[in-house]
C-alpha cells in the first residue's frame, strides 16, 4: 500500500518559486508500474492536473502552466519534487501528489492529503 | 486537450434515491474514464476506473457505464456517507483533465 506525504512552505511571495516535495513510502519510485505526479485545487474549486515525472525521467506538463513547472525525482531519497516558478494569486491551492497508474489509462490510485500553499505578500 | 463535461453541477437527493451523473468528453477516450468520490477535507478516492471497472473496496452501489466520449455514473440506495462531490477524469491522454465536479447534497 503506498503512501504518499507533501511538505513544503505553506506561504510563497508573488513572482517567487513554489516548492513541495513528496515522500513515498510502500513502494519505490524506481517501479515503472506508476507515474508520479502533481494536482493541485484551489480552494471551492476543481481538480487540475499539473504534471507526471516517470522512473525514466521523463516528465509530462499541463500546457496551462506554460514552462513554469518543473517535477524531479531523488531516487536515493524515494522522493519527488515539484516547482512553480512566478507564481500568482492563481496559484493559491491545495497541492496533491499522486500516483498515475502506466498503464490501461492513467487512473489516480493514491493521493497524498494535500499541503495548502497561499501565494500572497 | 480534451475537455471533460460533467453535469449536472450539483443534485439534491435522499437517502435510498437513485443518482445518476454524466461525464461527456470532447473526443473519444475508448473506455480510459475514472471517477473519483471527494468529501471535504480529503483527497479524492477512486471509485471507478476503466469507465466501468469497480475499485477495490468499493461497495457495489457505485456502477460506470458508457465509452468513447460519454459516460454514467451511477449510484444506487444513496447512503448517508455518499454525499460528496464526485469527478470524472479521463485517463486516455496528456494533458490528464477532470470534469468540473457533480456535489450530491442532502434533500
Known amino acids: 500500500q503506498l503512501q504518499l506525504q507533501e511538505s513544503g512552505p505553506g506561504l510563497v511571495k508573488p513572482s517567487e518559486t513554489l516548492s513541495l516535495t513528496c515522500s513515498v513510502s510502500?513502494?519505490?519510485?524506481?517501479?515503472?508500474?506508476?507515474?508520479w505526479g502533481w494536482i493541485r485545487q484551489p480552494p471551492g474549486k476543481g481538480l487540475e492536473w499539473i504534471g507526471n515525472?516517470?522512473?525514466?525521467?521523463?516528465?509530462y506538463n499541463n500546457p496551462s502552466l506554460k514552462s513554469r513547472v518543473t517535477i524531479s525525482m531523488d531516487t536515493s531519497k524515494n522522493q519527488y519534487s515539484l516547482k512553480v516558478k512566478s507564481v500568482t494569486a492563481a496559484d493559491t491551492a491545495l497541492y496533491y501528489c499522486a500516483t498515475f497508474r502506466a498503464a490501461g489509462g492513467a487512473t489516480i490510485d493514491y493521493w497524498g492529503q494535500g499541503a495548502l500553499v497561499t501565494v500572497s505578500s | 486537450d480534451i475537455q471533460m463535461t460533467q453535469s449536472p453541477s450539483s443534485v439534491s437527493a435522499s437517502v435510498g434515491d437513485t443518482v445518476t451523473i454524466t461525464c461527456r468528453a470532447s473526443q473519444g477516450l475508448s473506455s480510459r474514464l475514472a471517477w473519483y468520490q471527494q468529501k471535504p477535507g480529503k483527497a479524492p478516492k477512486l471509485l471507478i476506473y476503466g469507465a466501468s471497472s469497480l475499485q477495490s473496496g468499493v461497495p457495489s452501489r457505485f456502477s460506470g457505464t458508457g465509452s468513447w466520449t460519454d459516460f454514467t455514473l451511477t449510484i444506487s440506495s444513496l447512503q448517508p456517507e455518499d454525499f460528496a462531490t464526485y469527478y470524472c477524469?479521463?485517463?486516455?491522454?496528456?494533458?490528464?483533465?477532470f470534469g468540473g465536479g457533480t456535489k450530491v447534497e442532502i434533500k
Open positions: 477524469q479521463q485517463a486516455s491522454s496528456f494533458p490528464l483533465t
Open positions: 510502500g513502494g519505490s519510485i524506481s517501479s515503472n508500474s506508476y507515474y
Open positions: 515525472i516517470y522512473y525514466s525521467g521523463s516528465t
